[in-house]
C-alpha cells in the first residue's frame, strides 16, 4: 500500500491522505486460493503466505485513508510474541488522528498476542471509522482481540455504519491489572476517553476463554459510551461478564455514562455469571449512569452452552447474575434505567436484571419488560419500539414484516455499507432498497446487512420527476404470497407488435415469486 510507506516516514503535523483504486490482494491471490477456510480457519499452516507490517500512525500525523469502496484481501499477521505481536492490525498503534472510510477486508487471518483488531491493534490518538466492514478472523492469544479495534484509550473513537462479521477470540487469562480476555465485535478494550457507535452490526461469533465478552464492546473502563441504532446477531460466549452488546463496564470517573438506545441482540450469550442479552456487568461505578431506552433482546442467555436449569430441573426464574438484559449491577452508586426495553421470557425465563444493587430507575416496569417470543414475532414490540419518542430517542426507525418467517423487530431506515458496485442502499415506504451505479449490468453480492427482514429490492431507477410516481425494475430475494402495502407490482405478461412497434405487457402481479423481474410502482 502506497499509504503505508508514506505514513512510516511521516513526524508530527504531517497530513497523509491516500485512496484506493483498485481492489488489493496481499496473500492467496489466484483463483480458487483463500488465506481462509470457508469456516473461517486459518487455510493450511500459513507458512506461504507473507506477513504484513501493520502501519504505526505516530503523535502528531493525521491519516485519512479512503478506500472508495474497495477491497483488501489476503491480509496474514500470526505472531503471538509478546512484542511484535502486540497491537497488530492493518493499522498497529495509531498515536496521531487517523480516519478509515469505504473499506471491506476480507479473506484475512489476523493473529496476535494482546491488542489484536483487523483495522487498528492499539488507537491512543482520535480514530474515525465510517463504512468498514470486516470479515477477517481475528484472534488474541492473551488479551483483547476486536473485530475492528484491539484497544482503545483517553481519546475519541468514532464507529459509523460498520459491521463485523469475522470470528473473534480472546485465548488468554488475566493478566496484571487486566481482568481477562475481553473479544468483542468492534473494540476489546476502552481505557478513557469516548466511544460512539451508530447504525452498524456484529454477526461474528465472540468468544473468550475468559472475561469480558461483548458483541460490541468487552471491556471498558473510565469511558463515555454511546451505542444507537445498531445491532447484534453474533454468538458472544466467555465467563465473567458476558452481554450481547457489552461484557464489563466498569468506572473511574463520576461523569462516564453508559447510553444504549434503539439496539437490540438476537444472538446467544453464555457465560459462567454477568451474563445478560445486553449488558453483563455493570459494577465498580462511581457514579455512572447505564441508560438503556428502547430497545430489546431476544437471545437466549445460557451458562455452558445449556439452558440454566433449578434444582428440579426446571428453567431457572432466579439465576443470580443472569439476566434478560442486564446481568449483574453491582453498585449503589451507581444509576441504572431501563426504559421501554424488553426482553423474550420465553428464551430467557429469569429476570430483566440478574443481580442488582444499584440505584434503579424503573424497577417498578421491570415485570413488564418480560414478553413472549408471539409479542416479538407479531409485530406487538415492533410497534412499541416504533411509537417512542422522549427524552431525544426517536424509534421511528424500527419496523417489522411480520410475513416472513422468524422475523423479528429490526431498522427500516437507512443502513448503508457500500461494497463494490452497490452505490448505496436506503429506505423507502417498507423497502430497502440497493441501488447500482448508472449503467452497471453484471453481476454482485448482496452484502450481509441488507438482508434484515424486510423486503429486498435490486433497483435501476428510472428518471423521475419530483412529486410523480417512481418505478423500477426488481427482483426478490424471496416468496411472497401478500403484495406490501405502499407499492403496485407488475409482472410480464408477454410482447405485442403494432405498426413495427414492440411493446411489453404487464399485469398485477398477486404474489411474488424469488429472482422473478417486476415492475414495481412506489405510491
Known amino acids: 500500500l502506497w499509504v503505508a510507506n508514506k505514513v512510516s516516514t511521516s513526524t ?135 473485530g475492528l479495534v484491539g484497544n482503545t484509550g483517553s481519546s475519541e473513537t468514532y464507529i459509523e455504519s460498520s459491521g463485523n462479521l469475522g470470528s473473534v477470540a480472546s485465548l488468554g487469562t488475566s493478566v496484571g491489572d487486566y481482568p481477562g480476555a475481553s473479544p468483542a465485535g468492534f473494540i476489546a478494550c476502552a481505557i478513557g476517553g469516548q466511544v460512539t457507535i451508530t447504525k452498524s452490526f456484529n454477526k461474528g461469533a465472540v468468544s473468550g476463554f475468559n472475561n469480558n465478552a461483548g458483541g460490541f464492546v468487552g471491556y471498558a473502563d473510565g469511558v463515555t459510551i454511546s451505542i444507537t441504532q445498531s ?37 446467544d450469550v453464555n457465560g459462567t455469571g454477568a451474563v445478560a442479552g445486553l449488558v453483563g456487568d455493570m459494577n465498580g461505578f462511581k457514579g455512572k449512569a447505564l441508560y438503556i431506552t428502547n430497545s430489546y433482546s431476544s437471545g437466549r442467555i445460557l451458562k455452558s452452552m445449556k439452558v440454566i436449569l433449578d434444582e428440579n430441573g426446571n428453567p431457572d426464574k432466579g439465576a443470580w447474575g443472569y439476566g434478560g438484559l442486564v446481568g449483574y449491577a453491582g453498585n449503589a452508586k451507581a444509576k441504572l434505567s431501563i426504559v421501554d426495553s424488553y426482553f423474550d421470557v420465553e428464551t430467557f425465563v429469569g429476570r430483566t436484571v440478574g443481580d442488582v444493587y444499584a440505584s434503579v430507575d424503573g424497577v417498578d416496569e421491570f415485570a413488564d419488560l418480560e414478553r413472549s417470543s408471539t409479542e416479538f414475532a407479531d409485530g406487538t414490540i415492533a410497534k412499541l419500539l416504533h411509537d417512542y419518542n422522549a427524552d431525544g430517542v426517536d424509534g421511528s426507525m424500527w419496523g417489522q414484516n411480520v410475513t416472513l418467517e422468524n422475523s423479528v423487530p429490526t431498522f427500516t431506515d437507512v ?66 404470497e401478500v403484495i406490501p402495502e405502499g407499492v403496485s407490482v407488475y409482472e410480464f405478461d408477454g410482447v405485442t407488435q403494432t405498426d413495427g412497434k414492440w411493446s411489453v405487457n404487464m399485469k398485477i402481479a398477486d404474489a411474488i415469486v424469488a429472482n422473478k423481474p417486476y415492475l414495481v410502482q412506489v405510491k
Open 415 to 480: 443502513q448503508s455499507h457500500k461494497v463494490g458496485p452497490v452505490a448505496y442502499i436506503e429506505g423507502k415506504d417498507g423497502f430497502e432498497s440497493v441501488h447500482v451505479d448508472g449503467s452497471f449490468t453484471g453481476n454482485f453480492e448482496l452484502p450481509e446487512d441488507v438482508i434484515i427482514n424486510t423486503p429486498v429490492s435490486i433497483a435501476r431507477n428510472f428518471p423521475t420527476v419530483e412529486g410523480e410516481n417512481t418505478y423500477s425494475t426488481v427482483m426478490f430475494p424471496f416468496n411472497a
Open 12 to 146: 508530527a503535523s504531517d497530513v497523509v491522505k491516500g485512496k484506493l483504486t483498485e481492489d488489493i490482494c496481499l496473500n492467496a491471490c489466484d483463483e480458487g486460493e483463500s488465506v481462509l477456510t470457508s469456516e473461517g480457519a486459518l487455510n493450511g499452516d500459513g507458512a506461504d503466505f507473507t506477513q504484513w507490517t501493520p502501519i504505526s500512525v505516530a503523535y502528531g500525523v493525521t491519516v485519512v485513508l479512503d478506500g472508495d469502496n474497495k477491497k483488501i484481501s489476503g491480509l496474514y499477521i500470526n505472531d503471538s510474541d509478546a512484542g511484535t505481536g502486540s497491537s497488530v492490525g492493518l493499522f498497529g498503534v495509531s498515536s496521531g488522528t487517523l480516519t478509515v472510510s469505504n473499506l471491506s477486508l476480507v479473506d484475512s487471518y489476523i493473529m496476535g498476542y494482546q491488542n489484536v483488531g483487523s483495522l487498528v491493534g492499539s488507537s491512543a490518538g482520535p480514530l474515525t471509522v465510517k463504512n468498514v466492514l470486516n470479515s477477517a478472523s481475528v484472534a488474541a492469544t492473551l488479551i483483547n482481540a476486536g
Open 231 to 267: 445491532y447484534n446477531d453474533g454468538l458472544v460466549s466467555g465467563t465473567w461478564g458476558a452481554g450481547g452488546l457489552l461484557g464489563s463496564v466498569y468506572s473511574s470517573d463520576e461523569d462516564d455514562v453508559v447510553t444504549l438506545a434503539n439496539v437490540y441482540n438476537t444472538a
